[in-house]
């Protein structure tokens, strides 16, 4: 009876020692951080999932049901982890900077700031609000991407402060980041090109100078930006395709600018002599026959180079969307 007693006494110390040492090594620092670091390949592969979705080019319904999906998956994290995440023996702080990060993602989604197609909404606001577009992604992708380093920088301080020696990092947040900002300069170009387009089929020749002025200023700008990003990635395939279908347009507004101006100052004179003979019949019918042969070859000019322009560009774009297609296949 005793030896039993004893025994049972040695099976429950050795239960409680278990059990305690089990709870112990699950409470270090290490197990901690792995746990953010799973919840870290979910943002990941959300972004990897989104990514996917955009340039395989899968339905919008598809991709809405993606996002839906993503949405759910990281705000279930961020429930999760703000109800139970208490953090390690009282420090909050990488727990803290991974709500920042996840939050950040989910806008990042729901904005479409990572969306690089569908112009028709943007193309139609007036340019002060275009521009608005352009720095408010761009403040939201600058402000994502520091709220990654926040956090990269987060783990290395708490594996720093408990002596854990592995090191911390946000796998492929270069390349996502890299992409982002690409992505970016191709969404503006297209944005003032599509607005150009439309504008090239009406009369207003001040608002067409005024848009070409603004696209050639962004195509500028992003060729300084494509320089510098030479030295920022091994992989220069996308910001080749940039700096090309950059390139082109210039040259696109070099050659339709002023063709389009020799149309309108046609149709100008056409119409003066139209009316003067409307007002006098026996004013020179030679002379408007000769403005109506003027304006018909200004015209076929004018619309057979932008015809041709557009088939060039449209080649130029879809090659584009492969080229950033198979940059993230072959680096995510």
């Given at each position: ?54 340039i395989n080019d899968e339905k919008a319904s598809r991709v809405q049901a ?267």
């Amino acid at each position: 009876m005793k030896s039993n007693l004893s025994l049972s006494i040695f099976l429950l110390l050795f239960f409680l020692q278990a059990t305690s040492s089990h709870a112990q090594r699950y409470r270090t620092a290490e197990a901690y951080i792995s746990d953010f670091e799973k919840n870290e390949s979910y943002v990941i592969q959300s972004l990897t999932e989104y990514s996917s979705a955009i340039i395989n080019d899968e339905k919008a319904s598809r991709v809405q049901a993606t996002l839906e999906d993503i949405y759910n998956r990281l705000g279930n994290i961020n429930t999760i982890i703000t109800k139970n995440g208490k953090g390690y023996l009282g420090d909050v702080s990488l727990r803290d900077a991974f709500l920042k990060m996840n939050s950040r993602t989910i806008m990042l989604l729901k904005n479409n700031t990572l969306k690089v197609t569908g112009y028709e909404t943007e193309k139609n606001l007036s340019y002060p609000e275009i521009f608005s577009v352009f720095e408010t992604r761009k403040s939201e992708i600058i402000n994502y991407y520091s709220a990654i380093v926040d956090y990269t920088n987060a783990k290395r301080r708490f594996s720093k402060r408990n002596n854990l020696t592995q090191g911390r990092y946000f796998s492929k947040r270069n390349i996502f980041e890299y992409d982002a900002h690409q992505s970016l300069m191709f969404f503006k170009i297209n944005v003032l090109d599509a607005k150009l387009c439309d504008l090239l089929s009406t009369t207003d020749d001040k608002n067409v100078i005024q848009c070409v002025s603004y696209l050639n200023q962004v195509c500028r700008e992003s060729l300084i930006l494509t320089d510098e990003y030479k030295n920022v990635n091994i992989d220069q395939s996308l910001n080749n395709a940039n700096n090309d279908l950059i390139t082109f347009l210039l040259a696109q507004n070099e050659t339709l600018l002023p063709l389009y101006a020799d149309y309108i100052q046609t149709l100008s004179d056409f119409n003066n002599t139209k009316e003067a003979l409307q007002k006098n019949e026996n004013d020179n019918v030679e002379k408007y026959n000769e403005k109506v042969r003027q304006l018909d070859m200004t015209k076929n000019k004018f619309t057979g180079s932008f015809a041709a322009i557009q088939n060039q560009k449209k080649e130029l774009i879809d090659n584009w969307l492969k080229i950033k297609q198979n940059y993230l296949k072959k680096n995510l």
